[in-house]
């Protein structure tokens, strides 16, 4: 790091939030600082204090929180106590931000070269004859092709990874010399993410400037930091290197940390029971096609799935690997009876189940249920976990009165939740929690197979590694199957016995999972394991 004055220098910083009268500290006694040029990540957890410690930088703390020691110089420039107007000096000139979701940071109802020209104007204090040059100029320098029709689309018109690029392209509207990034790639796939990161890795070196990334990835931390800050609880709890810190790290949290990462770990899924029989779910030469909206008069259609084929056998986990529009969901979806296939046959446990309608299929409900990718969104705010976890029982008819609080006791017991929780509502659960719950929603009417859609994507690491555990537990105590639907390998590698890998719509790879992850025979398989985040550090140790 240069001997110069640092960008960034954070001096004993606390921040607090005022609560029902009391003060509760969320960032306490941390102290670094970021040199021109330099990446810094910040890794922590949920609650570890990092998006607080990015918003005092950026002067944007709410307005129940305030700095109630030490100093934060930006560029030489104490903030810690300034006025409004001094900050919102600071953004966009001095210092740009990278939001966590562009679905919500950008508004839907402009097209995106509006919205970066308002950030050209606000950078420049006033409207000016080149900024639609300047915004197709921005719209290039991110990576984005055809720059002129992405400036007159809106933002459901891109996919996720165009529409980080154009946040991108809003925080170097200003010219910053920083840029926070927040979760900059937390939503997407593996290899958009490598781009997204390279492209950030390539403006950096090429303008100069600091990157700080906020993260719980500590891959993301391993492959693009100088340096790597990690926090817990709101404390600064070591820094350093990251070969330092991920290769020899001195605290315990952070070994905890590292051991939980699946792209860190070696843990690999216990032998199955040997795949014998009937499978007990099988697509046979599976196909869907979509219709789509006709355009300037033609009919056009979307291939959803080509000739897919698999099979799960009772006590295996199967992985269906790829990109988003890989076909992961559609083929879900066909397995759950929700969509029927064009083309193809669909078989559980030996029953052709092809076009079974609604009430055909609800008998097959009882032997495989689903859990669902967000936590939040599974449950329903309004129900106790009680009534959430009975649910269906009380669907099928199956239990009731004592029987269901019986049912609700072990079911809880099960997935290593106190009895306690049953009377309380999902709100008052963490996301880890909350996804303890769903799995014992699905475990109540003792199928014999989960099909699980990125069941951990919205966890912090260590408690992925909790939940694939206890994933792991129920496959070894109740021989149920598993259908594990997920973009990321490094987790994939972890639980799986069978991976299958698909690329729009067509099956490029299957097997078992230690031939796919060691001996991959298809280019993309190749491509999707080069971008698994921490694979640099991995590679260089």
Known sequence: MSDRQPLIDVRSLAVAYRSAGQLSHAVVDVSFSIGEGETLAIVGESGSGKTTLANAILGL??????????????????????????????????????????????????????????????????????????????LQQVGLDNPVLRARQYPHELSGGMRQRVL???????????????????????????????????LVRERGISLLIITHDLGVAADR?????????????????????????????????????????????????PASGTPLLALEGVGKHYRLPAVKGQDSSFQALRDVSLAVHPGQTLAIVGESGSGKSTALRIALGL???DQGRVRFDGEDVTGHGWRQFRPLRQRMQLVQQNPFAALDP?????????????????????????????LIDLVHLPQAYLDRLPRELSGGQRQRV?????????????????????LDVSVQAQILDLLGELQR??????????????????????????????VVEQGPASQVFEHPASPYTRELLDAIPGSRLAQAS
Do not use: W
Not at 397 to 404: I, P, V
């Open 339 to 341: 969509e029927q296939p």
């Open 438 to 458: 769903a799995i014992a929603r699905a475990l109540a009417l003792q199928p014999d197979l989960l099909l699980l859609d990125e069941p951990v994507s919205a």
């Open 61 to 138: 703390l709410p307005d129940n929180a305030r700095v109630t020691s030490g100093q934060l110089l930006v560029a030489g420039q104490d903030i810690s106590h300034a006025s409004e107007r001094s900050k919102r000096q600071l953004r966009g000139s001095t210092i740009g931000l990278v939001p966590q979701d562009p679905m919500v940071s950008l508004n839907p109802t402009l097209r995106i070269g509006r919205q970066i020209a308002e950030a050209l104007v606000l950078a420049h204090g006033r409207r000016y004859p080149g900024a639609d040059a300047d915004v197709v100029e921005l």
């Open 168 to 202: 991108i392209a809003i925080a170097l509207a200003g010219n910053p010399r920083l840029i926070i990034a927040d979760e900059p790639t937390s939503a997407l796939d593996v290899t958009v993410q490598r781009r997204i990161l390279d492209h950030l890795e390539r």
């Open 477 to 506: 105590q109740l021989g149920v199957a598993y259908v594990l639907v997920s973009h990321d390998l490094a987790v994939v590698a972890s639980v799986a016995h069978q991976v299958l890998v698909l690329n729009k719509g067509q």
């Open 225 to 273: 930091a100088d340096r790597v800050l990690v926090m817990k609880s709101g404390r600064l709890i070591e820094q350093g290197p990251p070969q330092e810190i991920l290769l020899a790290p001195s605290q315990d949290y952070t070994r905890t940390l590292i051991a939980a990462a699946p792209a860190f770990g070696n843990r690999r899924p216990p032998p199955p029971p």
């Open 382 to 410: 309004r129900f106790s976990i009680f009534d959430s976890i009975v649910e269906p029982l009380v669907s099928f008819g199956l239990a009731k009165g004592r029987e269901l609080e019986q049912a609700a006791r072990r």
